[in-house]
């Protein structure tokens, strides 16, 4: 339901038809206004709270590789951020947490533009892209979630916690890797990568059958480095070996990704992949 109005002629026509998507799809009409930023990142902090009144922040990830407001690629920390200004945002989260009396595992979602943070949502639960904390911080996230919910503290507090290295989540989609049609299928070979600092979430094994009325999320590969270049050569040399058979999936172009300048370098955009000829992985000359 989301409409980026640039002119004010056009605002009648975008709002009465977001207000006809919300509402078949969740029941709720409603819509509300907000600044439209032209270049933004997607940055996240992860949180944790117990019900006896403590929270802490673990750290931040950068989700800004996204095709239609999806994300496909999360790393940790965010690249070119001051780690001051992130500590700064997680500790605005953690008062939050506490003013709210929220309890369990969280993430507030901003918008990064020109060194200033913008809100979007908070996320009040486990987030697909959790792993890339956890490698960083070496904090079980799930454990700790299940152990708030048995009414268990923490156990650890802010000073615990440092985050260590680089770590980078590819997710691997059961979708055509150029033009991402689904491809639901039998599976007829998997074989995940393996090796120090790599990591595979995946229900996956040969002989299941990726059925089509269910999101396309397969597999999540993970990897962890001393920094970002060698978190970089590890998931290239872990998209190199793993093998899924019988159906096609976004791993070939995940692997073109890591291999572009601008990715490289880091700190794209949330509308880089829609700069790019999928192709051949260069800027569209049609590009705004």
């Given at each position: 339901g989301m409409r980026v109005v640039h002119r004010a002629g056009a605002l009648r026509e975008a709002v009465e038809t977001a207000r006809q998507e919300a509402g078949r799809a969740f029941g709720n009409a409603s819509v509300y206004a907000e600044r439209f930023l032209q270049h933004p990142r997607h940055v996240e902090i992860q949180v944790l709270a117990d019900r006896a009144g403590h929270a802490v922040w673990l750290g931040a990830r950068d989700c800004s590789v996204q095709r239609?407001?999806?994300?496909?690629?999360?790393?940790?920390?965010?690249?070119?951020?001051?780690?001051?200004?992130?500590?700064?945002?997680?500790?605005?989260?953690?008062?939050?947490?506490?003013d709210m009396g929220y309890e369990g595992a969280g993430?507030?979602?901003?918008?990064?533009?020109?060194?200033?943070?913008?809100?979007?949502?908070?996320?009040?639960?486990?987030?697909?892209?959790?792993?890339?904390?956890?490698?960083?911080?070496?904090?079980?996230?799930?454990?700790?979630?299940?152990?708030?919910?048995?009414?268990?503290p923490l156990g650890f507090t802010q000073a615990d916690i440092a985050t260590r290295g680089h770590a980078i989540e590819c997710r691997i989609n059961a979708e055509d890797p150029l033009h991402f049609v689904p491809s639901p299928g039998l599976v007829r070979a998997w074989h995940p990568p393996g090796g120090p600092g790599v990591r595979v979430d995946t229900h996956l094994h040969a002989g299941y059958r990726v059925p089509p009325q269910y999101d396309s999320l397969v597999a999540k590969l993970i990897v962890h480095g001393a920094d970002r270049a060698d978190a970089l050569a590890r998931m290239c040399a872990a998209l190199d070996e793993m093998t899924i058979e019988g159906i096609a999936t976004t791993a070939p172009f995940h692997r073109r990704l890591m291999e572009t300048e601008d990715f490289r370098t880091g700190g794209v955009g949330v509308h880089y992949l829609e700069s790019l000829d999928l192709e051949t992985m260069t800027p569209r000359k049609d590009a705004p």
């Open positions: 239609r407001h999806q994300k496909l690629v999360e790393e940790a920390p965010p690249v070119g951020i001051a780690p001051g200004r992130i500590a700064e945002l997680g500790a605005a989260c953690v008062r939050a947490c506490l993430t507030f979602e901003f918008l990064y533009e020109d060194g200033e943070f913008f809100f979007i949502e908070m996320n009040t639960r486990l987030q697909v892209e959790h792993p890339v904390t956890e490698m960083t911080t070496g904090i079980d996230i799930v454990r700790a979630q299940l152990r708030i919910a048995a009414g268990q």
